[in-house]
Structures are given as C-alpha cells and as structure tokens.
C-alpha cells in the first residue's frame, strides 16, 4: 500500500484567474471540474502521473485566513532564462516579495494572490524535473518530515540532513518534494497544501487508517460531506487523501 502525491492545491478568490496565471507561468493547459475549480496540468497529461505534479485551484470565501507552510520553486535552465522567465511573470501579475532572503541566486515573487514561490537558477539536479523543480515545504525537522512522507508515499527519500530532506516519485520523474528547515515554519504561511491518492484497486479508509497510524491527525477544516479525507501530518501541515481513480 502506498499514495501518489499528485497535485497542489491553492485556495483562491478567484479559482479561474489565479489558474490561468499558472499555466500561463508553466506553459500547462486548465481544465474545470465545475463551478469554482480550477485544474492546470501540462498538455496531453494523461492524469495522474509522476511526470508532473499538477495544480488545483478552488475558490474559498476566506482564502486569507488559510496557513498554510508549502510553496513551489520553479526551474530555469540557464541564468539568462532565469532573468527572461522573472520578466515574464511580472507581466502576468506577478510582484517581487522580501521575505527576508537577503542575497540569493533565486527570485522570490508572489503569484496575483499573493502566494509566494521562487524562481531558481539553474541547478543541475533541476534539470529533468519539468518546469516545477520542487515542492517545497517549511518545517521544524525534515528528517522526522521525511521519515513520515516516505512512509506515506511511494516517494524515496533522495537525500536528508538536520536542515533539509528531499524525495521524489519512485519513477526517478518529476519536481522533487522538500522539507527545509525553518526557525519558524509559520512566518511565510501561504495558500497550497498537498492532495494525494492512492493507486486503483487500493482503499482509501484502509490508506487513511495506515497514516493515522505514522502519526497524521484529522483535520477538519469545514470540509463538509466530500469524497476525499483532509488529515495532517506530525506537524500540522494539512493534505488530502483524494478517492483513487
């Protein structure tokens, strides 16, 4: 038994426009499950696949009262695509955030609603991951993290130390999922938690049961009657358990 990380999720004022503003960034189409959400994956995907960690928007009467401690880090190829991608993203709504990082080789920016992510230089172990590098999540110990989201998935833990662990899909495809050590996690809350699913012929209850048991909680966060389980892990970070398909 095991799960598939297969998307972010961001909560929105506005699923359409905020879904729109990312695949403009990824070069990724939408598509709509209904009235107020919003799903942008790469062209020609066929869902879910570790290629690609895939983005769901879903509007919320509230999106600013949501903490939550993930951001996306995008890739470059070379310094002058950094630089072009940069300028490219402002011209879509984007706006340039201090959160403190000082003088660093990445761009931390803020997506139309607010939601930061960083736009890295080229880094070597980026290179084949798509145009979403990493998954990134703040934490306070990345190995305890790590311990748990490789138990939970089927992601294998690629490298970990006191201040940062790394996984990725088993298939060796895809943006990297990273806890980094933060002094306090919660100082840069945003909008985007993590959903995942298990594989066909697999049971939800039974995965749900199985996390309970490495340590997640439930989570109720006004989810209302809905077909996915919201839990969170050993430090509070909420995700979803989606009905596998």
């Known amino acids: 038994?095991?799960?598939?990380?297969?998307?972010?999720?961001?909560?929105?004022?506005?699923?359409?426009?905020?879904?729109?503003?990312?695949?403009?960034?990824?070069?990724?189409?939408?598509s709509s499950e209904g009235p107020g959400v919003t799903n942008v994956?790469?062209?020609?995907?066929?869902w879910p696949d570790p290629t690609a960690v895939c983005i769901d928007v879903v509007t919320v009467p509230d999106p600013e009262t949501v903490n939550y401690r993930a951001h996306l880090d995008l890739a470059t190829t070379s310094l002058a695509h950094q630089e072009e991608l940069v300028a490219r993203l402002k011209q879509l709504g984007?706006?340039?955030?201090?959160?403190?990082?000082g003088d660093v080789p990445w761009t931390v920016l803020?997506?139309?609603e607010g939601n930061l992510f960083c736009v890295l230089e080229?880094?070597?172990?980026?290179?084949d991951t798509g145009p979403i590098a990493t998954?990134?999540?703040?934490?306070?110990?990345?190995r305890a993290m790590a311990a748990f989201w490789s138990e939970a998935t089927d992601w294998t833990l690629d490298e970990v130390t006191d201040d940062h662990a790394r996984l990725r899909s088993a298939a060796g495809v895809g943006p990297y999922l990273e806890f980094l050590r933060t002094a306090d996690p919660d100082s840069a809350c945003g909008r985007v938690h993590?959903?995942?699913?298990?594989?066909?012929?697999?049971?939800?209850?039974?995965?749900?049961?199985?996390?309970?048991a490495l340590g997640a909680t439930d989570a109720d966060v006004g989810q209302g009657n809905v077909p996915w389980v919201c839990l969170a892990d050993p430090e509070g970070n909420e995700f979803c358990v989606l009905s596998p398909r």
């Open 135 to 142: 998954v990134v999540v703040n934490c306070a110990d990345p």
């Open 194 to 212: 993590l959903d995942v699913m298990p594989y066909p012929g697999d049971d939800q209850k039974a995965e749900v049961d199985r996390l309970l």
């Open 94 to 101: 984007a706006t340039p955030a201090d959160i403190g990082q």
């Open 110 to 112: 803020a997506d139309p």
């Open 122 to 127: 080229p880094r070597e172990l980026y290179a």
């Open 1 to 30: 038994m095991a799960l598939r990380l297969v998307q972010v999720n961001f909560k929105a004022r506005d699923d359409s426009a905020l879904g729109r503003f990312w695949a403009d960034a990824l070069g990724w189409g939408v």
């Open 41 to 46: 994956e790469p062209p020609d995907f066929t």
